[in-house]
């Protein structure tokens, strides 16, 4: 079952002082990796560490076993100092079966370390995985680091007196795994334990086997006998501040928030929605949140979803939809009445890899025109974008404020990345949240539909069943004086430029952009927006230490953007702009300021590697 | 002191916007039959919202004086079911023709009937595109020439009530435009019925189908070649009441018999509306020798999608009674630093 070389008892071994560490968890679909990883989250907040994790699984539901296009994925990157990408090489790569290898080894840094299950080497699978000769005898694997144990003998071994037969028996192959990993990091066993026991409670053998491995994980990690260059490691808690703290995933911190917004103006939701890739988990979260004043419904298509949500908000809730590119295609038209009618709406985009269907699970931030441009006429709504999981709460509350507040649609851009990870977040208090009530107008005097609030040119929100205030709307170009159906041009001008000025003056209510690295006096920015943050950040942080003069800067207002980012801009020498797309906010940025801003593009379905961007900052500098 | 509001008139139902459908058509008739039948039907102007997608048809909330939303091709379902379940006090009334609904609209058309939302939802069918200028559309009959088939259009028409009894509709019924004391006893019907009620109308399109119904509607032959529906009764027509329907020998289809020495009104098939089986055929009647059934065609209520949600709301609300979003926030794996 083991090792190569000299061996120690690893009992007396120092274990070794680690600042972060970055692992991926890979096997087959089927063989339990999201579950793995995200229960090594758990353990790894619950011992104080900053992480990041990122899910990483295929479009196909049930891949066949053991194919690499079936190899489902969970890195996380866990440590004592700020963590804020999913982490660019593996320091560990767990490989439950040769397509995994196959698929993750290029990830691994040289000199990491290889967990794997020689038990699923068998030379079907390494054929199937595309190998020509077994890898663990071949010289492919020189310069890493192999730990090679038969886990499925073991797990078999282990849970034998459970009288499972054998594939439930081989099922509970990531519990022995995710034991071994325990004892390699010193975490704790106890919550994943109550977690089994309370998911298995019905079927007590089951969940006293899953126990039983990762136990037996865990005592092989202590008792047997390990390579030299094995041990347990020590990885530190973070300073964080102080305060209550939980793992929050983008999609859930985007629920919580709209919720919490609704809940400061005082409105009910409706969330009219369709199934789509990766956009669902938002559905099904606040599906089971009914009773919080929320009404989900799964429209017949896009079109329906955004159409039934439009309603709402014109009957008087809050009307809210949700889907991914091309989702948000269908319902371009719809958008452009929310405008016209000039109703708040708020359009959740879960961006994916495009175009057409894509790669619907690979994350990709390549929806930004259409989000800015992408409908018929000039048709202007507030964008704002997220930039990690917990940020999604409090862009969510914005997104409602500004909706609410200038009767707009908001498209609130995030990506299939940051709806799946999770980090841990500081739980708010809800109470200091500051409320924004809405006031639906009863009074007749004087009333019409169009007529606008001075400051915000926001238009009044009469809604049915208030008596005095019938009155019809439309898509239909309305007169600017009475909100009745008007042709004519001189009016249609007047209106197109109300709409537009409304969106822009905005930029008199949200904050002035600041900085996140560095300020004016710098040579180079990095402006970035979505999830690109955390690699963004980390590089600018890294070259700033190495002497070089950069700052950051990271949008979440896009339409409209703050006030003072023209000047921002307008002090630097180089502009640098790292995009998963292939060059969306630069071509915005070089428009609408006359910059001479440059794109860093990549579209590979995964995060920018931070050494990625440092390259780019190295190489602008030098240029 | 409780003074009773004054009963609102047709002409209290009449907004201040210039009616702008071409002279003659038939939408005139419609909207005149509705501005009627409203006052009798015991809402309040306020409650009552009017929704619409596009076409001539589409204008229609903009000539009642109630609230009413104007929105996009096809979707006025959609609109129309979210503004229902936002809030199930309001009257809610779907307007749409033949294109908008069956066509661009179709899909909405069908999931709307199926979730029996409580809605009234009016198909104006004149079988032709008249607001793009006269194209042949979804219920054209096969060969009609139009500017996009000036050799005839190809397809088979769509039936709306077939369309709608597949869909699981609950409630369809029949009228035209011109029967001004047929449509508001339509109207009242599908009012009262409580779930989605779908009516389509025949309505003539003056400038681009003219007379495309006059085979039935027509004053010297509608007597003969349409049957009025009522529940309860023998499918009994005619301008002497001499005809009715029976089931054909040896076959599940109508047939027309003339009363006296063979047939008596006893033989006659009774109408029921929460016959579904009588309903398709008599939606499907489109020989030369059958009449066109109008009336209300099947009437089977059953719970309506927005009350089934509100009960899923209480009822969560009763599972879980003072829930707060922060206990949401707060739950699962939680550390202190
Ligand atoms: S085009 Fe036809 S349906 Fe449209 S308003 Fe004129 S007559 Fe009526």
Request: a negative charge; one cysteine or more.
């Amino acid at each position: 079952m083991v090792v190569n070389e000299p061996i120690k008892q690893n009992d007396v071994l120092p274990s070794e002082h680690l600042d972060s560490v970055v692992i991926r968890f890979a096997g087959d679909s089927g063989d339990g990796m999201q579950l793995t990883g995200g229960q090594f989250t758990n353990a790894s907040a619950v011992a104080g560490n900053d992480l990041s994790t990122f899910p990483d699984f295929p479009a196909e539901i049930r891949a066949p076993v053991g194919t690499t296009f079936g190899v489902s994925s969970f890195q996380i990157h866990f440590g004592q100092k700020k963590i804020l990408t999913a982490g660019d090489e593996l320091d560990v790569l767990v490989a439950m079966n040769p397509a995994a290898l196959m698929v993750e080894k290029s990830s691994l840094k040289k000199g990491g370390l290889i967990i794997l299950d020689t038990g699923s080497f068998s030379d079907r699978n390494i054929k199937r995985a595309g190998f020509d000769t077994n890898p663990l005898n071949d010289t492919s694997l020189e310069g890493f680091r192999l730990l090679k144990i038969d886990i499925s003998g073991l797990t078999m071994e282990c849970v034998k007196e459970f009288g499972l037969g054998k594939k439930d028996s081989l099922r509970c192959k990531n519990l022995w795994t995710l034991g071994l990993v325990y004892w390699m990091y010193g975490r704790s066993r106890k919550e994943t334990t109550d977690w089994l026991e309370k998911k298995f409670m019905k079927v007590p053998n089951i969940a006293s086997a899953n126990v039983a491995a990762l136990n037996a994980g865990h005592a092989f990690g202590e008792t047997a006998e390990i390579s030299g260059d094995i041990s347990k490691y020590n990885v530190p808690a973070a300073k964080v501040d102080p305060g209550t703290y939980r793992n929050i995933s983008g999609a859930e911190a985007i629920a919580w928030g709209l919720i919490v917004g609704a809940q400061k103006c005082n409105l009910k939701i409706f969330f009219g929605s369709y199934p789509i890739t990766p956009a669902s988990p938002l559905l099904h979260i606040l599906s089971n949140l009914k009773s919080l004043s929320v009404t989900t419904f799964q429209a017949e298509d896009e079109i329906a979803a955004i159409c039934s949500a439009i309603g709402a908000s014109y009957a008087g809730s809050l009307g809210i939809t949700s889907s991914s590119g091309p989702g948000i295609a269908l319902k371009g038209e719809a958008i452009g009445l929310a405008i016209s009618t000039e109703l708040p709406l708020i359009i959740v985009n879960s961006q994916r890899a495009g175009p057409s269907t894509g790669l619907p699970t690979k994350t990709e931030q390549s929806d930004l025109f259409q989000a800015v441009y992408g409908r018929n006429a000039d048709a202007p709504l507030v964008v704002l974008a997220t930039k990690s999981p917990g940020d999604c709460f409090r862009v969510s509350i914005e997104a409602v404020r500004l909706a609410v507040k200038f009767m707009t649609p908001v498209m609130l851009l995030t990506d299939g990345y940051l709806s799946n990870s999770t980090e841990p977040w500081q739980i708010p208090d809800l109470d200091k949240i500051k409320e924004f009530p809405v006031n639906h107008i009863s009074n007749p005097e004087g009333f019409h539909p169009f007529f606008r609030d001075k400051e915000t040119l926001a238009r009044n929100w009469a809604i049915p069943g208030t008596p005095g205030l019938e009155h019809r709307i439309g898509g239909i170009e309305k007169s600017y004086d009475s909100g009745h159906i008007s042709y004519d041009a001189d009016n249609h001008q007047k209106m197109t430029d109300a709409r537009i000025g409304k969106i822009k003056g905005i930029s008199e209510f949200i904050p002035l952009q600041e900085f996140e690295e560095g300020d004016e006096k710098d040579e180079l920015v990095v402006i970035g927006w979505g999830s690109t943050f955390g690699p963004i950040n980390r590089a600018v942080f890294n070259s700033r230490n190495k002497g070089y003069s950069v700052a950051q800067i990271h949008l979440t207002y896009i339409s409209p953007f703050p006030k003072n980012l023209g000047d921002i801009l307008r002090s630097f020498k180089y502009i640098l702009v790292p995009e998963m797309n292939a060059g969306q906010l630069v071509s915005i940025l070089r428009a609408e300021y006359l910059v001479p801003a440059i794109g860093l593009n990549k579209v590979e379905g995964k995060p920018f590697k931070i050494s990625e961007i440092e390259e780019a900052i190295k190489a602008r500098m030098k240029g | 002191m409780n003074v009773q509001p004054e009963k609102l008139k047709a002409n209290d139902f009449a907004s201040d916007q210039e009616v702008r459908w071409c002279p003659g058509c038939g939408d005139y008739a419609i909207l005149k039959a509705l501005q009627r039948t409203m006052p009798d039907l015991g809402v309040k102007k306020e409650e009552v919202v009017f929704v619409s997608g596009i076409g001539c048809a589409a204008r229609f909330p903009y000539y009642m004086s109630t609230f009413g939303f104007h929105t996009i091709h096809g979707r006025a379902p959609a609109f129309a079911t979210g503004i229902k379940i936002a809030n199930p006090d309001l009257d809610v009334w779907v307007v749409g023709g033949d294109g908008d609904m069956l066509s661009i609209g179709g899909n909405h058309l069908i999931h709307v009937l199926r979730r029996n939302v409580n809605l009234q939802l009016l198909i104006f069918n004149n079988e032709i595109y008249g607001l793009t200028k006269g194209q042949y559309s979804p219920t054209s009959r096969i060969g009609t020439r139009s500017p996009s088939t000036p050799s005839g259009s190809l397809e088979s028409p769509i039936s709306a009530v077939q369309l709608a009894l597949g869909a699981g509709a609950r409630f369809i019924a029949r009228s035209l435009d011109t029967d001004q004391k047929h449509l508001p006893m339509v109207f009242s019907r599908a009012h009262k019925h409580t779930g989605t009620s779908l009516v389509e109308i025949f309505q003539n399109c003056i400038v681009y189908n003219d007379g495309v119904f006059d085979g039935f509607t027509a004053k010297d032959v509608s007597a003969e070649k349409q049957i009025k529906l009522e529940d309860g009764k023998p499918l009994i027509y005619g301008k002497d009441r001499n005809k009715g329907l029976i089931i054909k020998k040896n076959s599940l289809e109508l047939t027309s018999v003339e009363l006296g020495e063979k047939y008596t009104e006893s033989d006659l098939l009774v109408h029921n509306e929460k016959d579904r089986t009588l309903a398709n055929l008599l939606a499907s009647m489109d020989s030369p020798d059958l009449p066109v059934a109008v009336g209300v065609i099947y009437c089977d209520p059953i719970e309506t999608y927005d009350q089934l949600i509100s009960d899923q709301e209480k009822q969560a609300n009763e599972d879980k009674p003072n829930l707060k979003i922060n206990d949401i926030i707060n739950s699962g794996y939680t550390w202190k630093v």
